[in-house]
């Protein structure tokens, strides 16, 4: 199990949590509001969750959409977490819909997946070997 040391920064926060442990536990902790805010349609913003975290240097995190939010059209972007970095985590929220979106304090905002760090070293090569599936990205498998 991976320590992550939480420092409170506003009597509001909420320290990150899971909704659901044990074996078949979620795979990433619950991140909260520590403001309110109005999201307008097309608008992005940037939501205080009034914490700061200590990562050990194997680790770090990605801020992921809460899939009940996103259907509603709030999504997240911007949501690398280095371990190095110790200031506020703050959640940028874009509302892709159509009406204004409230967020109160203590509201879930957005899902905090712990990722273990891997560096690696890029090689410039002049080609790179072919496999199946070579040049097919977008859309290649079907719609």
């Known amino acids: 199990m991976v320590h992550i040391k939480v420092s409170r920064l ?5 320290l990150p949590r899971y909704a659901h442990t044990g074996p078949f536990g979620d795979l990433a902790a619950d991140l909260y509001a520590a403001t309110p805010h109005t999201i307008e349609p097309g608008a992005t913003l940037a939501v205080s969750t009034g914490i700061a975290l200590e990562f050990p240097t194997t680790h ?3 801020v992921e959409d809460r899939s ?16 190095g970095y ?5 959640v940028v ?39 199946p599936r070579n040049l097919g990205g977008f859309g290649s498998t079907g719609t």
Request: aromatic residues 2%; negative net charge; without cysteine.
């Open 93 to 131: 929220l874009t509302n892709l819909g159509a009406a204004p979106m409230e967020i109160r304090q203590g509201d879930r905002i957005a899902q905090l997946r712990i990722v273990q760090r891997i560096e690696a070293t890029f090689e410039e090569v002049e080609s790179i070997a072919e496999t």
């Open 60 to 62: 770090g995190a990605l």
């Open 10 to 14: 506003q009597p509001t926060a909420q």
């Open 86 to 90: 110790r200031g506020e985590i703050k």
């Open 68 to 83: 009940g939010l996103a259907l509603r059209g709030l999504t997240t972007l911007a949501g690398v977490i280095d371990p």
